[in-house]
Structure formats: C-alpha cells, structure tokens
C-alpha cells in the first residue's frame, strides 16, 4: 500500500454520469490484480474530507510497462461530481492498492461476480 500523487491521463464520460479515469501512478501497481481497489480524494480541501473506495477497473500500459490504473466511477455525489470535472494533467491523492485481489486461471472464459456499489 502506497499513498502518492497519480496524474490523470484521460476522464471520458462513458455513458450517462458515469466515467472512465486513467491515471499515471509513478509506482505500486505493477502487480495490482482483480478485486483490489483504491482510496481517492478527489479535492486538496476539507470537503469531501474522508477517502472515498474505488475498485481497480484496469490497468493501463502493458505487462512489461506498467503505468497506471483506471478507474469507473458514476456521479453520485460531491467527490465524484470534482472528480468528473477533472482534466488530464491534474493530480488526485491515491492510497493503494488495498484488499485480497485474486488471479484468473488460465483457460478460464466465464467469471461471475457479486458485488455491490458503481465500480466494479
């Protein structure tokens, strides 16, 4: 788990008030795997004061080349409503990666989940 400054590469709407953010992480997540997740701050203020979770929806760069996540997320409040409004270029306070990720064997075609919240 480390706590950094990642900058946002891209934040493209991808359906109605819900979005894709990729950003750079300078380090940690070379290893990152599916069911972990991040806590982002979305604002340098004290509102919204506390870290809001957000599960790791991909990784950007390649295998070798790792550099960086994205992230899905919809509008539901304050937090995301900034986060939206940001622009590649500008940074967001990121803790992670958090939680027991889990591999995918090889082979597998089919995988179900049940969660709960936006960004899985």
Not at 28 to 43: I, K, T
Not at 84 to 89: I, L, W
């Amino acid at each position: 788990m480390i706590q950094q400054t990642a900058t946002i590469v891209w934040n493209r709407q991808a359906g109605p008030a819900c979005f894709r953010m990729g950003l750079s992480c300078p380090q940690g997540y070379e290893n990152a795997v599916a069911g972990q997740f991040v806590m982002l701050r979305s604002h340098s203020g004290l509102f919204p004061l506390l870290r809001r979770p957000f599960s790791l929806f991909g990784r950007i760069g390649s295998a070798e080349h790792p550099e960086g996540i994205e992230l899905l997320y919809k509008i539901l409040g304050t937090g995301t409503r900034q986060m939206a409004d940001m622009a590649p270029g500008q940074t967001i306070d990121l803790l992670g990666p958090l939680g027991r990720g889990f591999n995918v064997p090889d082979g597998v075609q089919n995988i179900y989940l049940a969660a709960g919240g936006m960004g899985v």
